[in-house]
């Protein structure tokens, strides 16, 4: 019973590894797309900077002409897929903080089962020795036994013989009385 709950645990253990492996390398590739998007986010939001400041100055210089409405226009849709690449970004980063935190609750899940597992293995080795020790005490209780029925075999067979020279001497005791009688 002891080995079974022993590669239960093991097998829980494996499984609990391999997870962890597959999330550490997600951590990692994620961590490094964090840094990508960072940069990225960082040269968006230069652009962004530098494409409101080019629209003040257009608008300084030309004023409301028709041309400048078109580039401003284009400039504010720039800006706001800009924006949006930005607040995706945002939403990619916090999944990605969600799973850094699952990786490192199952870690902690792991490290559980780990003492949990060593701890089982050594009741285990335990209960092994107890089970020797109760082995060697019934094998010497059975030897023990079969010493007393050995002893006592031979107290029946010497008792035999002396019921049958008792039996042998009344006999005779018998015999002579009978004998004296005549």
Do not use: P
Not at 9 to 14: I, K
Not at 40 to 55: M, P
Not at 76 to 99: F, G, S
Not at 131 to 143: A, G
Request: aromatic share 2%; with cysteine; proline share 0%.
């Amino acid at each position: 019973r002891a080995s079974i709950i022993s590669h239960h645990w093991e097998a829980e253990l494996a499984a609990l590894k391999g997870n962890n492996a597959k999330l550490t390398a997600a951590l990692l590739e994620s961590t490094a797309n964090v840094k990508q998007w960072k940069q990225q986010l960082a040269a968006y939001q230069d652009e962004a900077e530098r494409l409101h400041k080019r629209v003040t100055e257009l608008e300084c210089v030309s004023g409301q002409t028709a041309g400048v409405k078109t580039q401003k226009t284009e400039l504010n849709q720039t800006i706001e897929e800009l924006e949006a690449e930005l607040k995706a970004r945002e939403e990619e980063l916090e999944k990605l903080k969600q799973e850094v935190e699952e990786a490192s609750q199952l870690q902690a899940q792991r490290n559980s089962l780990t003492q949990k597992l060593q701890e089982t293995e050594l009741r285990n080795v335990e209960l092994e020795c107890q089970l020797l020790d109760l082995e060697q005490s019934l094998e010497n209780r059975r030897l023990e036994r079969e010493s007393f029925r050995r002893s006592l075999r031979s107290l029946l067979e010497l008792l035999d013989r002396k019921i049958f020279q008792l039996t042998e001497l009344r006999d005779s005791l018998t015999k002579l009385m009978e004998s004296d009688s005549s």
